[in-house]
């Protein structure tokens, strides 16, 4: 599966964003999506994570009750709503994907990546 991830930019703290991650080339159903971010000398860190068939959800304890995942499988398209940013939310956030809904938040399970998109949150 090839993963496309978009929707990154700068905003003020205390603003928002939408991520979008886009799949092709299999049943996008199959996969669940985490979602990483790594800020320049820090890292690689897990942010969020969705099952399959979107039933469960899981996030770092840094962007819970912040962030939200979700996806539309109609779509192919998993999206990371980003409220409340701050600062140390700046980093380039990719998409992953795996074909099993366990071991949720190990980078080096995943796949299939897709390239960053860069989020920068402003003071």
């Known amino acids: 599966v090839q993963l496309q991830a978009s929707g990154g930019g700068l905003v003020q703290a205390g603003g928002s964003l939408r991520l979008s991650c886009a799949a092709s080339?299999?049943?996008?159903?199959?996969?669940?999506v985490g979602w990483f971010r790594q800020a320049p000398g820090k890292e690689r860190e897990f942010v969020a994570f969705?099952?399959?068939?979107?039933?469960?959800?899981s996030y770092s304890g840094s962007v819970k009750g912040r962030f939200t995942i979700s996806r539309d499988n109609a779509k192919n398209t998993v999206y990371l709503q980003m409220n409340s940013l701050k600062p140390e939310d700046t980093a380039p956030y990719y998409c992953?994907?795996?074909?099993?809904?366990?071991?949720?938040?190990?980078?080096?399970?995943?796949?299939?990546w897709g390239q960053g998109t860069l989020v920068t949150v402003s003071s």
């Open positions: 992953a994907a795996k074909s099993f809904d366990t071991i949720r938040t190990t980078w080096g399970v995943y796949n299939y």
């Open positions: 080339g299999r049943t996008f159903s199959n996969y669940a």
């Open positions: 969705i099952t399959r068939s979107g039933g469960s959800t």
